[in-house]
């Protein structure tokens, strides 16, 4: 079985704002970590995980990963895009990742890789 690292974007409901750029970016982060512990949280298979470290044992495990942002992209040298999608393909990119799922993506989104685009719940549910 190839490992699996799920990304979540933040929930349909709208975080907070705040005209300071830094916090905001934090902010942004947590709603998409929000709902990673959301999805953790309704199915027992998939564990939260933040550091490469992590990552890293839990494909050489078998463990569904599901990625919380906050740490990698604030440890980052360059600076990773703040949308969902393009923070997708960035990470995808930094863990080498042979393919990408992505649900819901936006009309022409591509992350250069092997990927796929659903655009329904249900055929996400199939994967897995």
């Known amino acids: ?5 799920l990304c979540v974007g933040p929930a349909d409901v709208a975080p907070p704002r ?3 750029a830094a916090a905001q970016r934090r902010i942004d982060l947590l709603a998409i970590e929000q709902n990673a512990w959301v999805l953790a949280g309704r199915d ?15 494909m050489r495990h078998g463990q ?11 440890d980052s040298r360059d600076r990773p895009p703040a949308d ?18 992505c649900v819901g993506a936006p ?17 996400a549910e199939r994967l897995f």
Not at 44 to 58: H, K, M, N, P
Not at 66 to 71: D, E, F, G, L
């Open 1 to 5: 079985m190839q490992p699996v690292i």
């Open 18 to 20: 705040t005209p300071v």
């Open 44 to 58: 027992s298979r998939c564990v939260v995980v933040a550091t490469r470290t992590e990552l890293d044992w839990g």
């Open 64 to 74: 569904v990963s599901v990625w919380a942002p906050s740490r990698l992209v604030l």
């Open 84 to 101: 969902a999608a393009a923070l997708l393909t960035w990470f995808a990119a930094q863990v080498e990742a042979a393919g990408v799922i």
């Open 107 to 123: 009309p022409g989104w591509s992350a250069g890789l092997g990927l796929a685009a659903l655009d329904r719940r249900a055929d």
